[in-house]
T-cell receptor, first 115, second 111 residues
């Protein structure tokens, strides 16, 4: 079902450490996943995506891991910086090429980077 | 414009009044979404338009909420007889296939 209006869990991390943000998704038929970052006062911004035929994808300082067996998605941020402080959302979709299928968002995790 | 735009950026209204929120999606994007985000919380799906298909209204919280999308482009979210619990940031997003591009949102405050 939809994740709606959940109170956000918070992850506090020391600047320079690695961050791991976890997300459990609900639809085993989902085959496309995205991580979004939302800074205060702004709309969510795309970070990285992954298709279900992959279990790992790397970007600049970020890595997304997908475990379809347990329907778990994680985002790893290397050498966390103050600018990484934000709320992070995962989203899932069934049908990579189907524009008609909507994304379903998870509840979000707030990351606070301590100097 | 290059991105999704929304107007107004802030709206303060009195309880019981109607409000209209506007979204201009990225040109050519066939899908348009409205979400609501209360302070410190996640995204709450409201409504989804895809091309000429009937909109998915499954997230609208009450019949006071409605939305339309004219000509497959601009969308308006209307809230009638606003209540204080309607206070939130209303986000619009558009997509052409997978990734959704979000606008900056409209912050609605109902006094």
């Amino acid at each position: 079902g939809e994740s709606v209006g959940l109170h956000l869990p918070t992850l506090s991390v020391q600047e320079g450490d690695n961050s791991i943000i976890n997300c459990a998704y609900s639809n085993s038929a989902s085959d496309y996943f995205i991580w979004y970052k939302q800074e205060s006062g702004k709309g969510p911004q795309f970070i990285i995506d992954i298709r279900s035929n992959m279990d790992k994808r790397q970007g600049q300082r970020v890595t997304v891991l997908l475990n379809k067996t347990v329907k778990h998605l994680s985002l790893q941020i290397a050498a966390t910086q103050p600018g990484d402080s934000a709320v992070y959302f995962c989203a899932e979709k069934k049908g990579v090429k189907a524009a008609g299928n909507k994304l379903t968002f998870g509840g979000g995790t707030r990351v606070l980077v301590k100097p | 414009g290059a991105g999704v735009s929304q107007s107004p950026s802030n709206k303060v209204t009195e309880k019981g009044k109607d409000v209209e929120l506007r979204c201009d999606p990225i040109s050519g994007h066939t899908a348009l979404y409205w979400y609501r985000q209360s302070l410190g919380q996640g995204l709450e799906f409201l409504i989804y338009f895809q091309g000429n298909s009937a909109p998915d209204k499954s997230g609208l919280p009450s019949d006071r909420f409605s939305a339309e999308r004219t000509g497959g482009s601009v969308s308006t979210l209307t809230i009638q007889r606003t209540q204080q619990e309607d206070s939130a940031v209303y986000l619009c997003a558009s997509s052409s296939r997978n990734e959704q591009f979000f606008g900056p949102g409209t912050r609605l405050t109902v006094l």
